[in-house]
């Protein structure tokens, strides 16, 4: 059987009736640029996150950037990000003129290691940004305790977090800032591009609300050098209707998670994710493996149909964007073992379990011919 690595399309046949009924309510009200429609998704997703303030952007990306500028963070600044992220972490602090500080990762959770965010910190360091990578949640209260002395900003990148949770709060307000994306993949994901900051800050959701918006104050009102990148109302629209189903698709990928972590766990070679706990529950957006026959198992598992991808091949200090920066292979030896090694699985609401068997047993079948 063919098992795809996520069907974006089985949340549109579910949904299907829903959407429909979204997409002729915006397409008749005639407002399409920061309408009502905006502003009420802004407001069920800041009561999700447990934050006062939710803006809605074009990007991820843009949610990062706009965000560290909302706080003033710029030219002779030093942000703290991890090695192992998505390049768009990176490229946010690039964008807002900031320099980029990348420490390596912890070698059980991929997450960013305080330690070495801590022995990082200078007399420029005016931020950091955990990445809740995969969908697992930084522990932000005891990294802020490791650095509490330099008085950071903290912008959690939870791009891949919908719905991870810290103990009972919900990841997106335990920093200054986080940033989300709505990218078609993610756990809460549009049919199209998004993203948004949520903040518990009036004076930061002020800022991004200008900056999204030219720099405009009012209506021609033009105080700073803005951007155009507001969450268009017909995805706010499907959004809601999804963030409605987002803790039950959570749920399914959780079980999904929870076969992998049982039927998989003693296999020779693989090493799995952190199962999560009470404190840390993962969102489980990508169920993430390492095996040291990376690419051979991927090739097994493909020749049996099952679709895997990999989060991520080329780490940003080796890619040729950041090449100024100076960084050689070796600098950041976790990060460079991950490149190598992870292997994401085909995890998503809607994968049935017998797609999940065919992914187990075409895992078990490799490690029995090798």
């Given at each position: 059987m063919?098992?795809?690595?996520?069907?974006v399309r089985a949340?549109?046949?579910?949904?299907a009736?829903?959407?429909?009924?979204?997409?002729?309510?915006?397409m008749?009200?005639?407002?399409?640029i920061?309408s009502?429609?905006l502003?009420a998704?802004?407001?069920?997703?800041?009561?999700y996150?447990g934050?006062?303030?939710?803006?809605?952007v074009?990007?991820g990306?843009?949610?990062?950037?706009?965000?560290?500028r909302?706080?003033?963070i710029?030219?002779?600044?030093e942000?703290?990000?991890p090695a192992?992220?998505?390049?768009a972490?990176?490229?946010?602090?690039?964008?807002?003129?900031?320099?980029?500080?990348p420490?390596?990762?912890?070698p059980v959770t991929?997450?960013?290691?305080?330690?070495?965010?801590?022995?990082?910190?200078?007399?420029?360091?005016?931020?950091i940004?955990p990445?809740?990578?995969?969908g697992h949640?930084v522990?932000?209260?005891g990294?802020?305790r490791?650095?509490?002395?330099?008085?950071l900003?903290?912008?959690?990148?939870a791009?891949?977090?919908?719905g991870?949770?810290?103990?009972?709060?919900?990841?997106?307000?335990?920093?200054?800032a986080?940033a989300?994306?709505?990218?078609?993949?993610?756990?809460?994901?549009?049919f199209?591009?998004?993203g948004a900051?949520?903040?518990?800050d009036?004076?930061l959701?002020s800022?991004?609300?200008?900056l999204r918006?030219y720099?405009?104050r009012?209506?021609?009102d033009?105080?700073?050098?803005?951007?155009?990148?507001?969450?268009?109302p017909l995805?706010?629209?499907?959004?809601?209707t999804k963030?409605?189903?987002l803790t039950?698709?959570n749920a399914?990928?959780?079980?999904?998670a929870?076969?992998y972590l049982?039927?998989?766990?003693g296999?020779?070679?693989?090493?799995l994710?952190?199962?999560g706990?009470s404190?840390l529950?993962?969102?489980?957006h990508v169920?993430?493996?390492r095996?040291p026959?990376?690419?051979?198992?991927?090739a097994?598992?493909?020749?049996?149909?099952?679709?895997?991808?990999?989060?991520?091949?080329?780490?940003?200090?080796?890619s040729p964007v950041?090449?100024?920066?100076?960084?050689?292979k070796g600098?950041?030896?976790?990060?460079?073992?991950?490149?190598d090694?992870?292997?994401s699985?085909p995890?998503?609401?809607?994968?049935e379990?017998?797609a999940?068997?065919?992914?187990i047993?075409g895992?078990?079948s490799f490690?029995?011919?090798?």
């Amino acid at each position: 059987m063919r098992v795809p690595f996520l069907d974006v399309r089985a949340s549109y046949g579910e949904l299907a009736h829903a959407l429909t009924s979204d997409y002729v309510r915006v397409m008749s009200s005639g407002q399409y640029i920061l309408s009502a429609e905006l502003e009420a998704f802004e407001q069920e997703f800041a009561r999700y996150c447990g934050v006062k303030y939710a803006i809605g952007v074009g990007t991820g990306l843009d949610a990062l950037a706009i965000a560290l500028r909302a706080k003033g963070i710029g030219r002779g600044d030093e942000v703290i990000v991890p090695a192992h992220t998505f390049v768009a972490t990176w490229l946010a602090v690039a964008q807002c003129g900031a320099t980029i500080v990348p420490v390596d990762v912890d070698p059980v959770t991929l997450l960013i290691d305080p330690s070495a965010a801590a022995s990082a910190c200078t007399n420029r360091t005016a931020a950091i940004i955990p990445v809740h990578l995969y969908g697992h949640p930084v522990d932000v209260s005891g990294l802020r305790r490791r650095l509490e002395r330099h008085g950071l900003v903290l912008l959690e990148d939870a791009a891949q977090a919908h719905g991870a949770t810290i103990g009972n709060r919900p990841i997106g307000g335990l920093g200054e800032a986080a940033a989300f994306s709505f990218y078609p993949a993610k756990n809460l994901g549009a049919f199209g591009d998004g993203g948004a900051i949520t903040t518990g800050d009036e004076d930061l959701a002020s800022q991004a609300r200008r900056l999204r918006n030219y720099g405009a104050r009012g209506k021609y009102d033009f105080v700073e050098t803005g951007c155009n990148s507001r969450l268009d109302p017909l995805q706010a629209a499907f959004l809601r209707t999804k963030l409605s189903v987002l803790t039950e698709w959570n749920a399914r990928r959780t079980k999904v998670a929870e076969r992998y972590l049982s039927e998989l766990a003693g296999l020779p070679g693989v090493m799995l994710p952190p199962s999560g706990s009470s404190d840390l529950a993962p969102a489980w957006h990508v169920f993430c493996i390492r095996h040291p026959q990376r690419d051979a198992l991927r090739a097994h598992l493909n020749a049996r149909g099952v679709e895997t991808l990999v989060h991520y091949p080329n780490p940003p200090h080796l890619s040729p964007v950041f090449a100024n920066l100076g960084f050689s292979k070796g600098t950041f030896p976790v990060t460079e073992t991950a490149a190598d090694t992870v292997l994401s699985l085909p995890l998503g609401p809607h994968l049935e379990n017998s797609a999940v068997t065919e992914v187990i047993e075409g895992i078990a079948s490799f490690e029995t011919t090798t």
